[in-house]
């Protein structure tokens, strides 16, 4: 089962991830103190390229019935769009602008061009995702309901749709978000689900509807004899917009290393633990200032978890100082490539598609999962490190905090590595048991193979030496016969 | 025509074509059609969206206005002469005040200042264009007030807020008028006695003014033109550093007819105190009119009286208690989410006093946003809400 106990699985005690806390604290701290006119201009700057750049495109798309004029008005609306969702609407809606207190650039008045509207993916994103981050059964971003993206959710008959739910959901990823958020509105409000005027349902047709006949109708329409290349154009625009931004959030929350957590971790979760959890929940990708940009800087996943409402031009440097404490309380900093960390998100969906009894690994110890159970009873004799490899599980007690040799402080990240090399090791122990066995067991079987031949050897000379007694014997009785016979 | 066929009516249709303007409408006068159908298109934004990046006055999804000029008036007080971008309402009530904000280091600051300006008005060398003015004067701890004094430049954009206040002139003016000014306090009082003058409509006008020295008075020339033009008018003035406190005592040797007359007082809070009782004592609280200043201060205090505008609540809290928390416990529905400062689902906007940032002791004030989880009264405040 997922961790349970989050200070046991970082192997920090309370007083460590205190002052983690405090130390993440007063980063938040000092970017806050630091904002001013180049952050303003940074959005400013990002809000009129993205407003230029679909100007642009819509404009170009008026001559899309030449192929290069499509092609043209295509990529720039794509790009546009992507920028808007996530540069700016992500961002703008998570309040990360809010201190410059400009109405027009602030959290509770954006509203961004996806097809659900800013408000309930706020609450459902905002509130329930970034409180309840990886939360199993509190945050339902966690497989967004329709995928188990986790063993310890119960395997059922649908998941096995799993690879065809994650392609239609990358495609249609919008509409995927604003039917997820509008189900979490309802049940946050708490509107009935199958009351159809409900204010919820009102808002979310109110906005669909505009947004779809701005896409699919209004703009095709203006374009006039364009119509069927605008329109395609559009719809290709949102498709590239909606596989890059499921393909972000994906390598964010997904990939191997990303843990998840249980209700009874949450249970006076105090807000240094919260921090941790963000932290050892979330994933990050590598990527060059014009893919983090692109990517709304959550390539920067971790960080942006730490600090949701932080200014996302800040985060590269936020992250070179959170690797910093990553080192420091030896935690690991998942991060990886684009295609690496797409890949692992890739392979958790296919493989939990299958019931559990096709899978290998349990849910204390999965790539996808593990808990502090994972450490629990490991261990191994003395390999020439000069300290005992107990690790610390649920109940352990001799892990050393501090490397007698190096004296930098042990902790997850090497609690991992050293779990590897003991899993490795004891695989390796077992492969030789296993091996030995089987040569005895060879042994065994040559040594019976040679008794089973000695006793048919034995056996078949009994026989001839029966047969031969028999044959004596016959030859013995014969006269008699005869004898008789003569008479 | 207006007809109505088959369930469409005109005004059907404009409602509907207005209807992505609606939150801009009342100042969107006829443009609001254009500014709906456009908006169809542009949707979710509004066509200001993309016409305010091509010039910053093009947008009437928020008032905004151009400095034009910035006058001295005295050493540490100057006049801001504003040209209004699209859907300001110019016709305020002399005595009213205006909301502005202003950008310094990416972050927009509001404040209130009362309009110095008849309704309507024009100045030449401005190509007959409506203008608005304010008076503003520093405060030794006011950074706003130092920056519009002694550093905006002009050309600078700024936002605003519509005129609004009580403490207005009525049309026509009383027969006989009072009016009791100190320091910035002559600034509402300023715009009444244009609008008097413009409209050729002085009637019996008695100002005393008090000012610390004769340097620091404001508008002492105009005051003195105004007279020129005008015998009913006389101004008084009070020079504190020279005699003191003005005592009320003596409105009645000096100004013997002062209860018929109607009086407009503004100042500091303690003066005003004062002569609420003094008017109060000889039974002529209704000819009186104060405006308050909120003064600009830095060292608020801890906890206060909270007031949950849109419900009429109060609560007194202390420093530590969350607003939310003290919303809740007199019934007010606030919004909230996660309760500890990430999710942004309780912003509210403070109307008035002081709140402070519970994490990091940041204030905000009048017109700011504010996370109601993780905020506390800093003073008696009023939030939006
Ligand atoms: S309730 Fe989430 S920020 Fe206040």
Redesign the pocket.
Same mark, same amino acid.
């Given at each position: 089962m997922a961790i349970t106990d989050i200070k046991t699985f970082a192997h920090l005690t309370a007083a460590d991830i205190e002052t983690l806390g405090q130390e993440l604290d007063s980063i938040r701290r000092s970017v806050e103190l630091s904002r001013g006119a180049r952050d303003a201009r940074y959005i400013r700057r990002s809000i009129a390229a993205q407003r230029g750049l679909e100007v642009a495109g819509r404009a170009v798309l008026f001559g899309s019935r030449n192929r290069w004029a499509w092609l043209t008005g295509t990529v720039l609306l794509s790009v546009a769009k992507i920028i808007e969702n996530m540069e700016l609407g992500h961002n703008v809606s998570h309040?990360q602008w809010d201190w410059m207190n400009d109405p027009e650039i602030h959290s509770s008045s954006w509203e961004w061009d996806m097809t659900g509207p800013s408000s309930q993916w706020r609450r459902a994103h905002?509130?329930s995702h970034h409180?309840y981050t990886n939360v199993l059964g509190k945050d339902e971003d966690l497989g967004f309901g329709i995928m188990r993206m986790t063993r310890d959710e119960q395997w059922k008959p649908i998941h096995l749709m799993q690879p065809l739910a994650n392609l239609l959901l990358a495609t249609t990823f919008e509409w995927g978000i604003a039917l997820h958020d509008l189900s979490i509105e309802k049940e946050l409000a708490d509107t009935p689900p199958r009351e159809l005027m409900s204010q919820p349902n009102r808002d979310f047709a109110r906005k669909i509807s505009r947004q779809v006949a701005k896409d699919f109708l209004i703009y095709p329409a203006l374009t006039g004899p364009a119509f069927k290349q605008t329109l395609k154009a559009n719809a290709l625009a949102n498709l590239v917009r909606n596989l890059w931004a499921y393909a972000v959030i994906f390598c964010g929350h997904f990939p191997d290393g990303a843990e998840k957590f249980t209700i009874e971790q949450l249970e006076n979760e105090t807000s240094a633990e919260w921090y941790l959890r963000q932290m050892l929940g979330s994933a990050n990708f590598k990527a060059g200032p014009a893919m983090a940009f692109m990517s709304g800087n959550l390539c920067y996943q971790i960080e942006h978890h730490l600090f949701p409402d932080l200014p996302s031009n800040r985060y590269p440097e936020i992250a070179a100082r959170v690797r910093e404490l990553c080192d420091k309380y030896d935690l690991p900093y998942t991060t990886g490539s684009l295609g690496k960390q797409y890949l692992l998100a890739f392979r958790t969906i296919h493989k939990l598609a299958l019931p559990d009894r096709f899978l290998k690994a349990t849910a204390d110890n999965a790539p996808e999962t593990s808990s502090e159970r994972k450490f629990a009873g490991i261990t191994l004799p003395s390999i020439g490190t000069g300290w005992d490899l107990t690790l610390p599980g649920a109940e352990s007690t001799h892990w050393l905090r501090i490397d007698p040799e190096t004296g930098k402080r042990r902790g997850l990240r090497s609690a991992l590595h050293e779990a590897k090399v003991v899993l490795k090791e004891k695989a390796r122990q077992e492969k030789e048991l296993l091996r030995e066995a089987k040569a005895a067991l060879r042994e065994k079987a040559k040594h019976e193979q040679e008794m089973l031949r000695e006793a048919t050897l034995a056996l078949q000379e009994r026989a001839r030496h029966e047969q031969a007694a028999l044959r004596r014997k016959a030859v013995r009785d014969k006269p008699f016969r005869f004898g008789r016979r003569r008479r | 025509m207006g007809s109505k066929r088959g369930g469409f009516s005109v005004r059907g249709v404009r409602e509907w074509l207005e209807a992505p303007a609606a939150s801009v409408a009342e100042r969107g006068g006829r443009l609001n059609v254009l500014r709906g159908a456009v908006a169809r298109v542009t949707t979710p934004l509004l066509p200001d969206d993309y016409l305010h990046l091509a010039n910053p006055l093009w947008s009437a999804r928020e008032l905004r206005g151009r400095i034009v000029e910035v006058r001295k008036e005295t050493a540490d007080s100057a006049t801001l002469v504003i040209k209004p971008g699209w859907g300001f309402d110019f016709k305020y009530q002399p005595g009213q005040y205006i909301g502005i904000g202003i950008l310094v280091d990416g972050r927009w600051h509001w404040r209130s200042y009362s309009l110095t300006c008849p309704p309507n008005w024009t100045e030449p060398g401005h190509g007959g264009k409506r203008l608005i003015s304010i008076a503003v004067k520093a405060m030794p701890e006011g950074f706003l007030s130092s920056h519009l004094v002694s550093g905006v430049p002009v050309g600078t954009v700024v936002r605003l807020a519509a005129p609004q206040g009580g403490f207005v002139l009525p049309y026509p003016p009383p027969e006989k008028v009072l009016f009791l000014t100190a320091g910035s306090g002559i600034t509402p009082v300023m715009s009444m006695l244009r609008a008097m003058d413009r409209r050729e409509l002085v009637t019996d006008v008695l100002h005393l003014h008090s000012a610390r020295t004769a340097d620091d008075v404001m508008f002492g020339a105009e005051l003195r033109a105004l007279h020129d033009r005008n015998p009913s008018f006389r101004s008084h003035l009070h020079l504190t550093g020279e005699h003191g406190k003005f005592a009320l005592a003596d409105l009645d040797s000096k100004f013997p007819d002062w209860r018929e007359r109607h009086t407009w007082a503004c100042g500091p809070a303690a003066m005003l105190d004062e002569i609420d009782d003094h008017w109060r004592d000889v039974g002529r609280s209704d000819r009186l009119h104060v405006e308050r200043f909120e003064i600009e201060r830095s060292a608020v205090g801890e906890g206060g009286t909270v007031t949950f505008g849109k419900s009429g609540r109060t609560t007194e809290v202390d420093g530590a208690t969350s607003l939310?928390e003290a919303g809740e416990s007199v019934g007010v529905r606030m919004?909230?989410?996660?309760?500890?400062?990430?999710? %942004?689902?309780?912003?509210v906007t403070v109307n008035s006093g002081y709140v402070r940032d519970l994490r990091n002791g940041d204030e905000h004030r009048e017109g700011d946003k504010v %996370?109601?989880?993780?905020s506390a009264a800093a003073g008696d405040c009023t939030l939006d809400v």
């Open positions: 309040g905002n509130y409180t | 939310l919004p909230f989410g996660c309760r500890m400062g990430i999710c %942004q689902t309780c912003v %996370q109601t989880c993780i």
